[in-house]
């Protein structure tokens, strides 16, 4: 196995070169978590997985609450199936707590502001009710909980992190919380050791071939928590080293792949922003055009498992206008494939595709 094997067998795991999913939870809780705070690129991240879903069904799955909008595992927004939240809300917030005490710290949110805030959005919110984030900021100057300079949204954060609320709506303008309890009803709970396996399983199988490091980064445990995981699962895994790194995957590995392949992946899309050592899929040189030191990952094109490119849309009516930039000169596997390549994203959006 060398890198280009790696990159390409991520692509088969993640469903992007060929999904066996046809539900929208189905495939999140494939992918255990989609990291989601660009929600416009998440959504494509879940289309491009599942050929012929369109924007307008993610959205009512996330209405329904079948997959659910929340800050969890490092922590920033991803999505996770519903079935899943409880679990993984328990097994990673300790981690999340500790890591946010100093930014706590540095905005004067104290435990007792913590527990009148949890307790306020409680009220706010009970009773089936949807709230606006301005709604409930209002409510919250008028209880003198103070939310400017980012407060709220720590406040908010945490409130998630403790399974209270939730985001029911994630449109940019508009977005909206209920509680969490009331609408996603309570599912099996496990240990820590029987979380922890659960977790490490899910991420092998759905993002293999990676290593500790990258299950580390990801999940948000640290390294000694990550091993001990990995150790309790690795006789179902087996595992190359390639350049003093261990990647384990699954055993349904094949060192076959689909060939001539071109993808128009999102922006923080998985198969980029899931590992720590991102080389397997792009060059070094290149790796400052896709994502930058300060955490923004840019939308990119995918030939035969490398980033080659990346791309930005523009969206006017009914047609969405697509700008890229290569890194190379286009090759003849681009010039014939890129079109259609291109028109899922069209499609999912109910547009047409014109490139620039």
Known sequence: MNFTDISNFRLI?????????NKIKDIVGWMGALQAQDYTMVKWAIGSRLPGTCDAEIETAVKKADIIRTHILRPTWHFVSADDIYWMLELSSPQINSVTKTRDKDLGITESILKKSNLLFEKLLSGGKELTRKEIVEEFKRANIETENNRFYHLQMHA???????????????????LLREIVPQTKTYTRDEALAKLATRYFTS???????DFSWWSGLSIGQSKRALDSISSDFISEEIENQTYWFSHSYAPTHKKDTLFFL???DEFIISYKNRTASIPIEYQNKVFSSNGLFRPVIVVNGQVVGIWKRTIKKDTVFLETEFFQ????????KINNAAKPFGDFLHKQIEMI
């Open 207 to 213: 993002h293999g071939p990676a290593t500790v490091h």
């Open 329 to 336: 000169p286009k090759n003849n596997l681009i010039l014939k």
């Open 266 to 268: 999102p922006a923080f």
């Open 13 to 21: 795991n993640q469903q992007i070169a060929d999904s066996k999913f």
């Open 160 to 178: 998630e992190i403790d399974g209270i609320l939730f985001s029911r709506n994630s449109s940019y303008n508009n977005q909206t919380f209920s």
